[in-house]
């Protein structure tokens, strides 16, 4: 009995740091924002959101305005003054308004099998980037639409792998890892010997979160390699990253507090052991009448 429920905690513990992840970062939109906000400073994307919106400016600018020839030295204008912005604090404001608005969208993917896309509206971008130029007296300027700019940064269908299993994972939550903490306690309180299963615990649940950062590490190749051309891999690749940072850094807490109670476990029952009483060790004799005598048995009286 002890040994099924070690087993079932053991691998209970992937399940509830998926479910706990699921549910808490990928589910509430303010964990969601606060994980996307460090992409802001990324170089990747960066890059990605002055490429979308110097594209999206410089459109919107030759339908509004002929500018023919001027076209080069106009986008070569937009492109500095976003890639300038990129690097300013009201980036970030902007960046962390479109990941709340991305959010729904985001969702959505996870929870139906359409083909639609997880994107970003850049509008609140090309708003700031728009009153820079003004600033700065570029010509046209101030004739530049504000137009929704949506940069793509996750197909619906690269999600298929997680989406099977998300709503399974929301609904158990937190309720995955206390099931498995359960489970651990009782069947190390159940086993005969208590220190061996801490080992063979310990080592489990380590081996299990090893299992899942594999797991993290395969389903990144194989979704970076099915992103179609005209979107950008580092930036995708910076985002993957970014949304599973958390599991991955709970796997590696759970490897590691693995490895060190095993340890610690073994190297006590080490150090309580002492040495076996066996060979060499004295042994007590059973009581004996004994009399001391001077040679002569003991049943010998002296003689007067």
Known sequence: MSAVLLVVACLLVPLGTLSTWAKYEIGDTDDYVATMA????????????TDAVTDGVTDSVMREVDI????????SFVRDAVGSFTGTAAFGTAWNAANRAAHDAVMRALNDDSE??????????????????????????????????????????????????????????????????????AGVLLAPRRR???????????????ALLIAVAISRALTLDDLPPDLSHDAAESVYDALTRT????????????????????LTGRLRGGPHKG??????????????TTGQPPSAQPRL
């Not at 460090?38 to 959101?49: E, I, N």
């Open 196 to 210: 061996r299963a801490l080992i063979v615990l310990a080592i489990g649940a380590a081996l299990a979160a090893a």
């Open 247 to 266: 599991l991955r850094t709970t796997s590696w807490i759970v490897v590691g507090a693995g490895a060190l109670v095993a340890l610690g476990a073994w």
């Open 68 to 75: 023919g020839p001027l076209r080069g030295t106009v986008e």
């Open 116 to 185: 639609s896309e997880v994107t970003i509206d850049l509008a609140p971008i090309t708003e700031q980037v728009k009153k820079q130029l003004e600033d700065d007296g570029v010509p046209f300027a101030g004739r530049i639409p504000v137009r929704h700019t949506e940069v793509t940064i996750m197909r619906s269908q690269d999600l298929g792998r997680l989406r099977t299993v998300f709503h399974a994972l929301q609904v158990a939550g937190v309720w995955v890892p206390i099931a498995a903490a359960v489970l651990a306690v």
């Open 38 to 49: 460090p992409l802001a400073s990324d170089p990747a994307v960066r890059d990605a959101v």
């Open 279 to 292: 060979r060499g060790e004295p042994r007590d004799e059973p009581s004996r009448n004994r009399t001391r």
